[in-house]
């Protein structure tokens, strides 16, 4: 792996002294190691052997590589419990780390530190740091041709402007995609444009950034009434668990800090909820009147009603209700993402990546996909799984179990797990809900359906379930000693109004 070492260390050089926004030079393209075919290697050669940069195939002398994409709960997950010993791990997402994710809301309004729910990749899998074979880069996932194994990428040179992305590919002994889902918009009219949605650590940023920004604009002179109530009019559309969590915060944030510390404009604040149908509908209809009840005592305006468009600063209502906000945040679920639906793969009946029950894309050989981004085929008479952490997080530890046992069996390198007994297919078996509402309440929802019977509670008890579940579910003790940190600290002094 000298040599692809020696291409980091060149591309570094490059990318000091190169021009500002050029691509990297084609010459150094052409004098990196290419994918060839290779007599020492277990693949089959590409039909169309090409010559580009990245990981060519693996060698007998090597471990098989496996190649995960997406750095979410599906995929750390595998990462974490794929046994190193047998095979090399390569990561590619536009991030290096998992978002702790049921607790990303309480970092919009400050109860939270961001870094407190981001877990860094090389603590999942401290291979992926050390070992030679092992790598997490950072890039987007572009092209997939399964008949030879290798996966396109891009890079992502965001930020860094002297530099622009570049293309490189990577070869795979067993592939799993765990690319999540993104945020539906239903297609309405400026959505992406004014809306934030709340899915990555970058968008608690800038609801938080937006929020304070807006709270202290309000307090200049000069400001209207009518601006003023705008620029304080937070609203959430979308009424499911990060909704009404981020609604809590919200009216939390409010109640106690936006009082103490922007007590001039603290009567000019509102949160409003706007949701189509029911809040909390996967919830029992008993928790769900109760967090309605608790909502709207903690000063949440909910409105039933369906957003027809979206314009800057105000959003218009099917029945020509115009709604001024100042920060929109919009949470209306998930669907595939443009991505995945551009594979040439089997698909779920809704548009995610088809798998079987060993969650194997059966078309194409040891490609596998987990969490939101998968579903079940249609031909496996088994239900579409909710896009839940819960899922995601146990399809990523059956499937690093079942890669341990192939590649124990000899089954890691490409092409040689085809008729290998795979044991036990993948079973779920949902252990119920939670969502907090603010004012140290929550729900808790242990039914395994929402038709189903068992223990479902609300309130305070519930809010203290809901904090020690999840904080021991946060990955490191590391990020745990964080948020009992910041839990302690907001509990105390408030919460950190600075704008960073
Ligand atoms: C605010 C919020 C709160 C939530 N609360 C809960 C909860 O309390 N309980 C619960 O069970 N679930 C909860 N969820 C849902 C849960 O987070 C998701 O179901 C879970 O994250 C799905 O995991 P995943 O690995 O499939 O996708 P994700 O965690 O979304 O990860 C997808 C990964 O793929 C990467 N990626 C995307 N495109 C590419 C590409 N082209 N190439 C390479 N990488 C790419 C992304 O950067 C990311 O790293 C919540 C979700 C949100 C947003």
Same mark, same amino acid.
């Given at each position: 792996?000298?040599?692809?070492?020696? &291409?980091?260390?060149?591309?570094?050089?490059?990318?000091?002294?190169?021009?500002?926004?050029?691509?990297?030079?084609?010459?150094?393209?052409?004098?990196?190691?290419? *994918?060839?075919?290779?007599?020492?290697?277990?693949? /089959?050669?590409?039909?169309?052997?090409? +010559?580009?940069?990245?990981?060519?195939?693996?060698?007998?002398?090597?471990?098989?590589?496996?190649?995960?994409?997406?750095?979410?709960?599906?995929?750390?997950?595998?990462?974490?419990?794929?046994?190193?010993?047998?095979?090399?791990?390569?990561?590619?997402?536009?991030?290096?780390?998992? @978002?702790?994710?049921?607790?990303?809301?309480?970092?919009?309004?400050?109860?939270?530190? !961001?870094?407190?729910?981001?877990?860094?990749?090389?603590?999942? +899998?401290?291979?992926?740091?050390?070992?030679?074979?092992?790598?997490?880069?950072?890039?987007?996932? /572009?092209?997939?041709?399964?008949?030879?194994?290798? @996966?396109?990428?891009? /890079? =992502?040179?965001?930020?860094?402007?002297?530099?622009?992305?570049?293309? !490189?590919?990577? #070869?795979?002994?067993?592939?799993?995609?765990?690319? %999540?889902?993104q945020a539906l918009t239903f297609g309405i009219r400026g959505v992406t444009e004014n809306a934030?949605?709340?899915?990555?650590?970058?968008?608690?940023?800038?609801?938080?950034?937006?929020?304070?920004?807006?709270?202290?604009?309000?307090?200049?002179?000069?400001?209207?009434?009518?601006?003023?109530?705008?620029?304080?009019?937070?609203?959430?559309v979308?009424?499911?668990?990060?909704?009404?969590?981020?609604?809590?915060?919200?009216?939390? !944030?409010?109640?106690?800090?936006?009082?103490?510390?922007?007590?001039?404009?603290?009567?000019?604040?509102? @949160?409003?909820?706007?949701?189509a149908?029911?809040?909390?509908?996967?919830?029992?209809?008993?928790?769900?009147?109760?967090?309605?009840?608790?909502?709207?005592?903690?000063?949440?305006?909910?409105?039933?009603?369906i957003v027809k468009d979206v314009?800057?600063?105000?959003?218009i209502?099917n029945?020509?209700?115009?709604?001024?906000? %100042?920060?929109? =945040?919009w949470?209306t679920g998930?669907g595939p993402?443009p991505?995945?639906k #551009?594979?040439?793969?089997?698909?779920?009946?809704?548009g995610?990546?088809?798998?079987?029950?060993? &969650?194997?894309?059966?078309?194409? +050989?040891?490609?596998?996909?987990?969490?939101?981004?998968?579903?079940?085929?249609?031909?496996?008479?088994?239900?579409?799984?909710?896009?839940?952490? +819960?899922?995601?997080?146990?399809?990523?530890?059956?499937?690093?179990?079942?890669?341990?046992?192939?590649?124990?069996?000899?089954?890691?390198?490409?092409?040689?797990?085809?008729?290998?007994?795979?044991?036990?297919?993948?079973?779920?078996?949902?252990?119920?809900?939670?969502?907090?509402?603010?004012?140290?309440?929550?729900? =808790?929802?242990?039914?395994?359906?929402?038709?189903?019977?068992? &223990?479902?509670?609300?309130?305070? =008890?519930?809010? !203290?379930?809901?904090? #020690?579940?999840?904080?021991?579910?946060?990955?490191?003790?590391?990020?745990? *000693?964080?948020?009992?940190?910041?839990?302690?600290?907001? *509990?105390?002094?408030?919460?950190?109004? #600075?704008?960073?």
């Open positions: 792996m000298a040599w692809f070492r020696n &291409l980091i260390q060149v591309s570094a050089i490059r990318a000091l002294i190169k021009p500002r926004n050029t691509h990297p030079p084609l010459s150094l393209y052409t004098s990196l190691t290419h *994918f060839s075919t290779d007599p020492t290697t277990h693949q /089959t050669p590409p039909t169309n052997p090409i +010559q580009y940069s990245g990981l060519p195939p693996t060698k007998s002398n090597e471990k098989p590589r496996v190649v995960v994409l997406g750095s979410g709960w599906a995929g750390c997950r595998l990462m974490k419990g794929i046994d190193t010993e047998i095979y090399d791990v390569v990561c590619v997402s536009p991030r290096n780390h998992m @978002v702790f994710t049921p607790l990303l809301a309480s970092t919009c309004v400050g109860t939270l530190e !961001f870094r407190s729910v981001a877990e860094p990749i090389g603590r999942i +899998q401290p291979a992926i740091s050390r070992a030679p074979g092992s790598y997490f880069f950072l890039a987007h996932s /572009t092209g997939l041709d399964t008949d030879n194994h290798v @996966v396109d990428c891009r /890079t =992502v040179t965001d930020e860094a402007n002297t530099l622009d992305p570049w293309n !490189f590919k990577i #070869s795979y002994d067993k592939l799993i995609i765990a690319l %999540g889902a934030i949605f709340l899915r990555e650590v970058s968008h608690a940023q800038e609801i938080r950034r937006k929020l304070l920004l807006n709270l202290m604009l309000s307090d200049v002179p000069g400001i209207s009434e009518e601006e003023k109530r705008r620029l304080l009019h937070c609203v959430v979308g009424g499911g668990p990060t909704g009404v969590e981020f609604s809590g915060e919200l009216s939390d !944030f409010i109640i106690r800090d936006v009082h103490q510390r922007y007590a001039h404009v603290k009567d000019y604040i509102h @949160v409003t909820l706007i949701e149908n029911e809040i909390l509908s996967s919830f029992d209809d008993r928790l769900r009147r109760y967090a309605t009840k608790q909502l709207t005592k903690s000063g949440v305006h909910l409105v039933r009603g314009q800057p600063q105000k959003i209502l029945d020509g209700t115009e709604v001024p906000y %100042g920060l929109l =945040v949470s998930v993402s991505f995945v #551009s594979l040439e793969l089997p698909k779920s009946p809704e995610r990546i088809g798998v079987d029950e060993w &969650l194997r894309v059966p078309s194409a +050989q040891d490609v596998f996909s987990i969490g939101d981004c998968s579903g079940f085929l249609e031909s496996t008479g088994r239900p579409t799984l909710p896009a839940l952490a +819960q899922v995601a997080e146990r399809e990523g530890k059956y499937l690093a179990n079942l890669l341990n046992k192939i590649g124990k069996a000899g089954g890691g390198r490409a092409n040689t797990a085809k008729d290998m007994e795979l044991g036990d297919p993948f079973v779920y078996k949902h252990l119920g809900s939670m969502a907090t509402i603010g004012r140290y309440k929550a729900l =808790v929802d242990l039914r395994q359906s929402k038709e189903g019977k068992g &223990l479902s509670m609300a309130g305070f =008890v519930s809010w !203290f379930i809901w904090r #020690s579940a999840y904080l021991t579910r946060v990955i490191s003790w590391r990020n745990r *000693f964080y948020v009992a940190i910041n839990w302690a600290t907001t *509990f105390v002094f408030g919460r950190d109004i #600075s704008r960073i």
